[in-house]
């Protein structure tokens, strides 16, 4: 192999790990995004389980008070 030919494969490897390297910063941002986008859910659905168990406790809370008040009547 001349020096000539080890030159244009070490350009050619060059470029092809750049590419790699290029492709792999792309995937790792688009899961970063993907990733990001899946915790605001998760948050958004923590907050409306929140509010649901906080609904049902309250109705659960008047229900039996309504109940209490009933038996001294």
Same mark, same amino acid.
């Given at each position: 192999? =001349?020096?000539?030919?080890? +030159? @244009?494969? %070490?350009? &050619?490897?060059?470029?092809? +790990?750049?590419?790699?390297? *290029?492709? +792999?910063?792309?995937? $790792?941002?688009?899961q970063?995004?993907?990733?990001?986008? &899946?915790?605001a @859910?998760? +948050?958004? *659905?923590?907050?409306?389980?929140?509010? *649901?168990?906080?609904? $049902? %406790? %309250?109705?659960?809370? =008047?229900?039996?008070?309504?109940?209490?008040?009933?038996?001294g009547?």
């Open positions: 192999m =001349t020096f000539d030919e080890r +030159l @244009e494969f %070490l350009t &050619q490897s060059t470029e092809s +790990l750049h590419a790699s390297c *290029q492709e +792999l910063h792309a995937a $790792v941002a688009r970063a995004e993907e990733s990001a986008r &899946q915790a @859910e998760s +948050l958004r *659905q923590d907050e409306r389980l929140r509010k *649901q168990h906080k609904a $049902v %406790l %309250l109705a659960m809370q =008047t229900y039996l008070k309504e109940m209490g008040d009933g038996d009547e």
